[in-house]
């Protein structure tokens, strides 16, 4: 091969790759193959926005959504309480990573013990971050206690 061939033939293949590599990486959520489907449940989380508020990232990239309906997640801190209304008309809560800067005000103990009917999943930086920032066990992990 000549080298003028063989520099054609590397940029074509470099070419390639790049676009390649942008169709993989620019591709919209892919939802994880779920045990369950999500489409049977209303999820319901509260946020407590700590250093490494990532619960709602997580869920919505085991959902498969670009961004969960804010009208389902709950946060003390702009005064968003889990009221038992909430927790009547939701199935899963899912209470997000309270490390030392979150505030789980918004989680009162009577409203709860009163209120739950479905299934409260308590995460933790392993399901929280993990499930957003790799490894993919993390993402099992969750995805197999909501299930």
């Not at 209120?115 to 409260?120: A, D, L």
């Not at 957003?132 to 206690?145: S, T, Y």
Request: proline share 5%.
């Amino acid at each position: 091969m000549s080298k003028s061939k063989k520099s054609q033939y590397v940029k074509s293949l470099s070419t390639f790759l790049c676009f390649f590599l942008l169709v993989i990486f620019a591709s919209p959520v892919a939802a994880v193959d779920l045990p369950f489907d999500p489409n049977d449940y209303t999820f319901l989380i509260y946020d407590p926005e700590g250093e490494e508020s990532s619960i709602v990232s997580a869920m919505e990239k085991i959902l498969g959504v670009d961004t969960f309906d804010p009208n389902n997640i709950r946060t003390a801190a702009i005064g968003e309480e889990v009221t038992p209304e909430d927790l009547s008309t939701h199935d899963i809560l899912i209470v997000g990573w309270n490390d030392y800067d979150g505030d789980v005000s918004g989680l009162d103990n009577e409203t709860l013990a009163a209120g739950i009917t479905g299934r409260v999943i308590l995460t933790g930086h392993d399901a929280d971050y993990h499930t957003v920032h790799g490894p993919l066990a993390a993402e099992l992990f969750l995805v197999q206690a909501i299930d």
